[in-house]
């Protein structure tokens, strides 16, 4: 167990709270508080922890040691109301005067900083009345033993409250706050990156029951595909590199190789210089791709299943995180269709004239017009998600399956949550005459894609793929407002660190 | 259904096998064979494709389709067998004249070229004696029809037999084929990685069981953390960045930050000029991060415990994937006791002095000295995995915590499989002042790492981690002797493609 002296096995150090005091010789409760010497392993205490979410009435009159951080405190008179905080969970503490605590006790547990973090030994009791603003509202603590553990500084880059009061209307987006750390200590913050790690989980759990292999594929690549627009620039010893735009040509070649069914889960780079709300530099990308049998639908369905099955379990295992999110960021729950509807582009394209939009057969939807052609939806067919199929193949890159009937468009898609995109793909072309042709027609020097079409001399197989935006979809699923509030460590033109 | 007369919807071009022929007007077999057009989404034809690994005595005298390529073909007289392979399994089909087949059509499937793929109906008959060489040894497949999907070019770069055939002991170990296709087509390939696939299966499945939580980390970066050795620099719009060599920084971030718990899975860069077998410069990285109450132990328990789950969960998963290597690359079962055995660094010297190795209680252990090490463990214990705790302060990286007993010793380990090291970590200094105190004993510009030195002070708990690199596990699991064979796509010094 640390010694409560400040003085244990540990290098010797000044560890006393700026404002706090250690106990003082003719203290009666000396032995019961102070700085604990930074834990170093000297020990193995058989202590057990319990979890402050497990702190219900049930437990009470039982004595129990907690870790928490000091969330807020609070000293009246004789006494000190702490709140003590483990991840989404907290706790009201009291340390009074009395048999356990001393008039020093209480002053030296007012006077521990902010969001250090502190061992207490108290008992547990029920509360008279529900405590407001504590996640364990039915009982609080009667400290008898506190120590700090480790020592926050006394003056914190911000306050954790002021970071998640409710989003108010019209305001802009916070910004992120250079000491990230406290960005994603928030309550809000934990719920949206646990749900994200859901996202993962759902996605590889239901490919792999689908017979998918999960592959690895290099990031540093020799050269830049699709004619090296928007590519970061390696030294690479002597020579330089590229970073992976995308993983397509290794799930290609997986494909080639007989795989069959490949995903994977990786960094993306694109060095674009775009500011928006849905940009960044480094994202991480969900990459399936899949041979077929006869039709490149049997993959669009499998993609569109994949996502279902990961709407059901979010909905299924993190109610918690969901409205821990909404509290900040009030949102309407997520629509879905099983099977998930398809629309042909001429539809979308219709139904956008249809709302007084002028656009031509063969152009590219607007942002604007994606999010507006998501509220028409919405209201006509009640999702949140829909495939749009059948791209103009003026728009797609030159790798795409053309469309076999009308020559105007290509076997490709893209899928929509809340009117944003967040999966683009299509068949690929398997064939090396017509890749070679596709690429001439767009203008690609043959020479810097010739590995790429040479894969395809040994006899490939028919098929299609896509690739998902991970933060896109966190964001999209809860309703947030910029892809920088779903990835962590995020990546722009004008933000390298932390 | 693909159109037999090479006709389709699809471009116009032609699809003639090189050697082969089509249909004559006067052959009375001349819809039962061809070169079907491109499959560009056609039709959605309901014909069922049957997986060759299911053809069995049980469909004796069903009439079957089947999709596979030609792995072998032999021509004799009236008949032409042919060995149709899919993933792993492969079976004998016979094109014989007759009812169903015409000379012409014969002759068209001798000339189709290896490694082509075909649609077959054929009807699955007993065999009359055990097919050697074949995955289902008791039934082949009497063709009916056979059409071209996917023709492969007549010359291939090598051939698939040849790669598989058993390691010759002291042969050097084969390089890896430009045409990487090929190398990952391999039956052996194949299993090496779906294994590898279930490797990481296994570590997030154990992880997230144990309540830890998946975080995507930035890789590149604004700092080189450690002093900037070894790393590689990427130009990042108008200034310039690097690639992250660990993701240490960003899960002991997460820590601070209350995750308790996190994990990761992703590339690792390190521009290190090693021509070894077994560094690259571009790996995976499963990393785990932890806080712990008293002990560092409490982490190297769960990561221990986490291998174990991943020996056992391959074990039982795949074991026709171990057998598939085990056929070239022929490897002792792995074996590991439970708990893991855990030995001090004092206890590896030991054993090393009395086996005849001359080295100081500070010495690092060289590359043939852990060899070695790893084989007397063998010897004493039976297990080839085990920790290596306790290693000499002077050769672990600033942020180690020193020994709280022996301030020459630190609070970090190594783990190995068969001798070699998988896994390196330690109880990270979670208090500023130590941390610090270390860098400066370095010889760190404080500068390069305040950011990183600032993480802890708002409150730290005390936490362990490691890294584990992907490849090695994979390698050393199933006894191969180069990390480039369990990298579909390696990256060393002199090798950046495809």
């Not at 807020?72 to 702490?82: D, E, I, N, V």
């Not at 299609?464 to 309703?479: D, F, P, Q, S």
């Amino acid at each position: 167990m640390p010694s409560a002296a400040g003085r244990g096995q540990g290098p010797e150090r000044d560890r006393r709270p700026e404002s706090g005091e250690q106990p003082a010789a003719d203290d009666y409760a000396k032995e019961r508080y102070g700085v604990s010497s930074m834990i170093q392993s000297q020990e193995k205490p058989d202590r057990v922890l319990v979890r402050i979410k497990d702190l219900t009435e049930e437990k009470a009159d039982e004595v129990v040691w907690v870790r928490g951080r000091i969330h807020t405190s609070r000293a009246k008179g004789k006494q000190c109301f702490l709140v003590l905080r483990q991840q989404q969970f907290n706790i009201q503490a009291l340390v009074a005067v009395g048999q356990h605590a001393s008039k020093q006790m209480v002053k030296f547990a007012a006077n521990i900083n902010k969001e250090s973090i502190v061992d207490v030994e108290g008992v547990v009791r029920k509360a008279h009345q529900k405590i407001g603003g504590c996640t364990q509202q039915d009982v609080e603590l009667h400290v008898q033993k506190i120590y700090v553990i480790s020592l926050a500084e006394p003056r914190l880059p911000l306050q954790l409250d002021d970071a998640v009061r409710p989003e108010v209307e019209g305001e802009e987006v916070k910004t992120l706050h250079p000491q990230i750390c406290f960005n994603i200590s928030t309550s809000t913050s934990q719920a949206v990156f646990c749900l994200q790690s859901g996202i993962c989980q759902l996605f590889r759990e239901t490919l792999i029951r689908k017979g998918f292999v999960e592959i690895q594929t290099p990031k540093i690549i020799s050269a830049a595909s699709e004619g090296g627009a928007n590519v970061f620039t390696v030294s690479y010893f002597k020579s330089s590199a590229y970073l992976a735009q995308s993983p397509q040509l290794y799930k290609q070649m997986c494909i080639c190789a007989d795989f069959e069914k490949v995903f994977c889960v990786g960094p993306v780079f694109r060095a674009e210089d775009s500011n928006t709300h849905r940009h960044l530099t480094e994202f991480v990308g969900l990459d399936i791709e899949m041979a077929f049998n006869y039709h490149y639908h049997e993959v669009v369905d499998e993609i569109a299943d994949t996502m279902v099955q990961i709407f059901k379990g979010l909905q299924e295992r993190f109610q918690t995180e969901i409205q821990t999110v909404n509290k900040q960021f009030p949102c309407e729950p997520f629509k879905f269709l099983e099977p998930t509807l398809r629309l042909e582009y001429r539809e979308g394209v219709a139904m956008l004239r249809e709302a007084g939009v002028e656009m031509g057969d063969e152009d590219d939807l607007s942002t604007p017009n994606e999010k507006l052609l998501g509220r028409l939806v919405k209201e006509k067919y009640d999702t949140d998600f829909y495939i749009l199929d059948k791209y103009p193949l003026a728009v797609r890159p030159f790798y795409t399956m053309p469309d076999p009937v009308n020559p105007k468009n290509s076997n490709s898609y893209d899928m929509f949550m809340r009117g944003e995109e967040i999966l683009s793909g299509a068949q690929r072309i398997h064939d090396p005459q017509l890749l070679t042709e596709r690429a001439q027609h767009h203008g690609i020097d043959l020479e810097k894609i010739k590995a790429y079409i040479d894969s395809f001399r040994f006899g490939a197989p028919p098929h299609a793929g896509g690739g998902i935006g991970l933060e896109r979809v966190t964001m999209l699923y809860l309703g947030l407002h910029n892809v920088r509030q779903t990835s962590m460590f995020p990546r722009d033109p004008k933000r390298l660190t932390p």
